[in-house]
């Protein structure tokens, strides 16, 4: 079925640089994609989200980018610090506009912070 | 201004006993979602609910899980008869009714089945 997957289960970064973190999608009808940020034994928080008629959003430190060519987002953190190490997972809404627009999620993406 | 709110955050029970996982959404939100999520993997939606209806439940298994949203109180998710293979972590989600897609999670009910 449609999935959403990760290239990078773990991402090791020193603490003030740039982190990237990439997603790919199959579901070529998902129009809504969403980061969210999971602390341990925590839920999930919304960082940001993006609409398919969008290349780029930025929000606090945190830009989105989606490439709908390649099927591609990718969550790009500035300055990483420390309280940014979390599983990070990308949703898609998969396009079920009309049904309440459950998320398919992605694995996850593990992001440690060193300083 | 309370966000999602679960309880309990833990719940231990065993095999054959029933769980009932409780959610009170954001205030003014009017969808319910609910995700389970086992070790080390992605969420996995269950079902979605607004008052007094079931809208999704394509994620719910087709027995011993049921789900409800009443037109007064909590959404419960009820787990009948318990089995080992439930033991995981439920979320809630909820949404405004301008904006179904962005869903804000509670901190979740970890449940364990001995």
């Known amino acids: 079925g449609e999935s959403v997957g990760l290239h990078l289960p773990t991402l090791s970064v020193q603490e003030g640089d740039n982190s990237i973190i990439n997603c790919a999608y199959s579901n070529s009808a998902s129009d809504y994609f969403i980061w969210y940020k999971q602390e341990s034994g925590k839920g999930p928080q919304f960082i940001i989200d993006?609409?398919?008629?969008?290349d780029k959003r930025q929000g606090q430190r945190v830009t989105v980018l989606l490439n709908k060519t390649v099927k591609h987002l990718s969550l790009q953190i500035a300055a990483t610090q420390p309280g940014d190490s979390a599983v990070y997972f990308c949703?898609?809404?998969?396009?079920?506009?009309?049904?309440?627009?459950?998320?398919?999620f992605g694995a996850g993406t593990i992001l440690r912070v060193k300083s | 201004n309370a966000g999602v709110m679960q309880n309990p955050r833990h719940l231990v029970r065993r095999r054959g006993q029933e769980a009932r996982l409780r959610c009170s959404p954001m205030k003014g939100h009017s969808h319910v979602y609910w995700y389970r999520q086992l070790p080390e993997e992605g969420l996995k939606f269950m079902v979605y609910?607004?008052?007094?209806?079931?809208?999704?439940e394509s994620g719910m298994p087709k027995e011993r899980f049921s789900a409800e949203f009443p037109k007064e109180g909590p959404s419960i998710l009820r787990i009948q008869q318990v089995v080992r293979g439930d033991s995981a972590a439920y979320f809630c989600?909820?949404?405004?009714?301008?904006?179904?897609?962005?869903?804000?999670f509670g901190p979740g009910t970890r449940l364990l089945v001995l």
């Open positions: 989600a909820s949404s405004p009714p301008g904006s179904r897609e962005t869903q804000y």
């Open positions: 949703a898609e809404n998969g396009g079920a506009m009309e049904y309440g627009n459950k998320l398919v």
């Open positions: 609910l607004q008052k007094e209806n079931i809208i999704d």
């Open positions: 993006i609409r398919s008629n969008m």
